[in-house]
């Protein structure tokens, strides 16, 4: 044996024990064994998709004139800043993508509480800080304001203790609004000493000048705090506020936290309106997730014998290459991660038959050269040698498939196109490595070792 092949065989090792040890647990910590200080830690969870793990999906269009088109710029924003909402949320795994000319899909695996990512996808987020005047407005009032810099307080026909926004003559009033939230700077959620939440901010400095010079103009009148027209708080101005603030109210942990993303990230370029939602059921994601592994498992099985079987030793050694390129692909997957769904095992099956065909080719174009009298160790030279250029072009065009099966997921949606198409251009580029690196230093390696002298026994020629 010598020391080039030992060489491989140790590096291939050492790589299968990293791929397994990340295949059998969930986080991946690395210690400092001299100080214990943690150097590397991760979470490698395998990362399941909807159709696996249940959740939701919505599908959102949008509100445009009829006849028209909306910007597809303005789509990926409303799309960025919806994935950001959401995963501010704690829902880290969702997928949001565009689909067709007009519409975004987003699923949100594993998901325990629909009603709290459809509210914060409903909501444009448009924050106002609207004078009121001497007009105290009750949570929950729906507002008209006007934002134009010359419009003054309108407060007519109201009185202080009024709750709603109406003149004696029915006619609502418009209010004033100072300040939208693309002035805030930093916003989060905070607790006081008696336990309540509030929601501190910081302004910019254009907005903390137009914040300062009206907040000590107007110290002892109302201020509300409006978002989508809707009046969440309305606090009496008790001082000057230049740069910070906070908004206060009846919040319970979730309600302002739902409030500061909506802050947080901005409005919606264009309104979105939900035209579907559909809850999957986790009973049917387990139940789909449990066939589609057995049927892995059998099918793998069956391959395993065929390649036994028929290929007798270069095949044995197959299998092993097999089992190689599985733990290697599966630690990928959790690694990177791939949200894993059934069409990205099934992408996921159908490159492991590409791995396979690799070694197909190589072992019969192997045959041929013992059968014209070659001997074993230039048949195995000639085999890979000249299948080479076969298992490339071919790999090559699934690759080619691939990607235009993943832009096509990318373009309209398909997020089951996508799945597929990534795990498949993993499998292959995985399986290429693992049939021409792994399975040729195996094989090498064992016939040093055994040294056949029946060629038809040992290679079923």
């Not at 959620?189 to 309540?196: E, F, I, K, N, P």
């Not at 802050?263 to 986790?282: F, K």
């Amino acid at each position: 044996m010598g020391r080039n092949s030992i060489t491989r065989l140790i590096f291939i090792l050492l790589i299968l024990a990293i791929a397994i040890w990340i295949d059998v647990t969930d986080r991946v910590v690395i210690v400092n064994p001299f100080n214990g200080q943690v150097i590397f830690e991760r979470n490698v969870t395998p990362q399941l998709g909807l159709d696996l793990r249940g959740g939701l999906q919505v599908t959102l269009q949008a509100v445009v004139d009829e006849g028209t088109t909306p910007d597809r710029s303005s789509l990926e924003v409303a799309r960025r800043i919806l994935e950001n909402r959401t995963n501010a949320l704690g829902v880290t795994e969702n997928v949001l993508s565009l689909a067709g000319e007009n519409r975004i899909v987003g699923e949100f695996p594993g998901l325990e509480d629909p009603e709290s990512v459809i509210a914060v996808i409903k909501q444009t987020g448009l924050l106002e800080f609207v004078d009121t005047g001497s007009v105290y407005l009750e949570p929950g009032t729906i507002v008209q304001t006007d934002f134009s810099p010359s419009t003054e307080t309108t407060t007519e026909g109201t009185s202080p203790d009024s709750t709603s926004p109406e003149t004696a003559a029915g006619e609502p009033v418009i209010y004033h609004t100072v300040m939208t939230g693309t002035e805030l700077d930093s916003v989060q959620v905070q607790r006081d000493q008696l336990g309540d939440f509030y929601i501190p901010f910081t302004l910019k400095s254009d907005g903390a000048q137009v914040f300062a010079e009206h907040t000590s103009s107007h110290v002892g009148e109302y201020l509300a705090i409006v978002l989508d027209k809707e009046v969440i708080s309305c606090p009496r101005i008790q001082s000057e506020i230049a740069s910070e603030g906070m908004i206060t109210g009846d919040f319970s942990y979730e309600s302002a936290n739902n409030l500061v993303v909506q802050l947080r990230y901005g409005s919606l370029p264009i309104p979105l309106e939900i035209v579907e939602s559909r809850v999957v059921g986790p009973t049917l994601g387990e139940d789909s997730l449990q066939k589609s592994l057995i049927a892995g498992v059998v099918g793998m099985i069956i391959v395993m014998l065929f390649m036994g079987l028929y290929y007798r030793l270069p095949g044995i050694v197959a299998d092993l290459a097999i089992l190689f390129y599985a733990a290697i692909a599966f630690a990928l997957f959790k690694s990177i991660p791939v949200t894993l769904t059934l069409p990205g095992i099934a992408g996921f099956l159908l490159s492991t038959g590409a791995a396979l065909d690799a070694n197909i080719l190589i072992f019969e174009r192997m045959k041929e050269e013992l059968r014209n009298g070659r001997s074993l160790h230039q048949a195995i030279d000639q085999g890979w040698t000249r299948a080479w250029p076969s298992i490339r072009d071919s790999n090559i065009a699934t690759l080619i498939t691939s990607v235009i099966l993943f832009w096509f997921g990318s373009a309209f949606g398909a997020t089951i196109v996508k799945g597929f198409s990534l795990t498949l251009a993993l499998g292959v580029v995985i399986s290429l490595v693992t049939a021409i690196f792994v399975t040729r230093t195996l094989l090498t390696i064992v016939l040093n070792t055994v040294k056949p002298r029946n060629l038809t026994r040992w290679f079923g020629i």
